[in-house]
């Protein structure tokens, strides 16, 4: 199947860290990009990040830059979301989406629709 699969949420206090991971299968084979994108109830679907994969180019919500950090195993064919102090704000369900071939840059990485594959998602839920 043409999929992503993200694994790692859970329940994490504030001030802690989790990792994300997120594997493609099919064509759904990260060719250009990788975004995280967070969803929590009520509120509309918000990017996280987003990585350029040829260049290495990182892109991070105003939000999480500074504590999230997007990164990739190629042995593994795997991308990692690294959160680190995490806040009660930041619970939402998690999503990976891949970018096949449509070039962007900056704020025109953001866009939920551009990206042509998504994962089922993954809860993260953060205690105060």
């Known amino acids: 199947q043409d999929q992503l699969a993200e694994s790692g949420g859970g329940l994490v206090q504030a001030g802690g860290s989790l990792t994300l991971s997120c594997v493609p299968s099919?064509?759904?084979?990260?060719?250009?990009?990788l975004a995280w994108f967070r969803q929590a109830p009520g509120k509309e679907r918000e990017f996280v990040g987003a990585?350029?994969?040829?260049?290495?180019?990182?892109y991070y919500a105003d939000s999480v830059k500074e504590r999230f950090a997007i990164s990739r195993d190629n042995a593994k064919n795997t991308a990692y979301l690294q959160m680190n102090t995490l806040k009660p704000e930041d619970t939402a369900t998690y999503y990976c989406?891949?970018?096949?071939?449509?070039?962007?840059?900056?704020?025109?990485?953001?866009?939920?629709?551009?990206?042509?594959?998504w994962g089922q998602g993954t809860q993260v839920t953060v205690s105060s």
């Open positions: 989406a891949s970018r096949v071939s449509r070039r962007c840059s900056g704020y025109g990485c953001y866009a939920a629709p551009d990206y042509d594959y």
């Open positions: 099919g064509r759904a084979f990260i060719s250009y990009a």
């Open positions: 990585s350029i994969w040829s260049t290495r180019i990182t």
